[in-house]
């Protein structure tokens, strides 16, 4: 494991549970969490659906995708999580045996897996107590990326879901739009055909709203 934090240094600093340790700290925080490291191809299953997930996970490297299927079995992305960032943390802890969500990995992918079982126990030292608030506040901000995803999904019109996701994704000037999705995932992530979020783009830049290159997008 000191390999690991060796190598992903970076990697695991970034992640809100982790910034702001030095390293004996964050050795630490992994041998409490029971830290282990697997390797995904891609298209490989991370997480199947129906199956209880006993530990969290954090991506080193790659990308994987949240999944879940509506009831007409259309794929839907909750969420894609890169390097940095985690997943299943709330499914985890609060020990959902059958979550409908399956997880894939999109690039190959290296993932750590952590426990949370430290977390629903009382701390019995002062960075265990760090460690479970460090994890609150981590689902916490979750909250508030799922409030931002429902604010999306919530507008009436595909062009109005467009202009909520790229507001929710611009810069800080607002007008330069880069998406961590494809065309195909675009429209999962937005609950739409490819084909309507195409033709509605194509409509947008026509009439001067916006312009793009590939996953690149300027608000004009």
């Known amino acids: ?8 240094a970076s990697e695991i600093a970034s992640c809100r549970l982790f910034r702001g340790l030095d390293r004996d700290q964050t050795a630490r925080a992994l041998a409490l969490l029971e830290a282990s490291k697997a390797d995904y191809t891609r298209g490989a299953f991370v997480h199947s659906a129906g199956e209880p ?3 969290f996970g954090m991506v080193l490297s790659g990308l994987v995708q949240v999944l879940t299927d509506d009831i007409n079995g259309n794929r839907m992305i909750m969420a894609n999580v ?3 960032g985690t997943f299943g943390e709330s499914l985890c802890y ?10 894939v990995a ?3 992918s290296g993932v750590l897996w952590l426990s949370a079982e430290v977390f629903r126990r009382e701390a019995e030292t002062e ?3 760090e460690m479970k608030n460090r994890f609150i506040s981590m689902l916490a901000e979750r909250a508030l990326s799922m409030n931002t995803r429902i604010q999306i999904l919530s507008r009436l019109t595909l062009r109005d879901k467009l202009t909520a996701l790229f507001t929710a994704f611009a810069d800080k ?14 429209a999962a992530y937005l609950g739409t055909d490819r084909s309507a979020l195409s033709r509605e783009l194509s409509r947008m830049k026509a009439e001067g709203v916006i312009d793009y290159h590939k996953n690149s997008f300027t608000l004009l």
């Not at 494991?1 to 992903?8: C, G, K, S, T, V």
């Open 53 to 55: 997930l006993s530990r």
């Open 106 to 108: 999109q690039k190959p």
């Open 1 to 8: 494991m000191e390999q690991i934090a060796q190598a992903y």
């Open 94 to 103: 609060l020990k959902v045996k059958e979550p409908e969500i399956y997880i």
């Open 82 to 84: 890169t390097s940095g």
């Open 173 to 186: 000037e607002g007008r330069s739009v880069v998406l961590p999705f494809n065309r195909t995932d675009m």
């Open 127 to 129: 960075f265990g107590l």
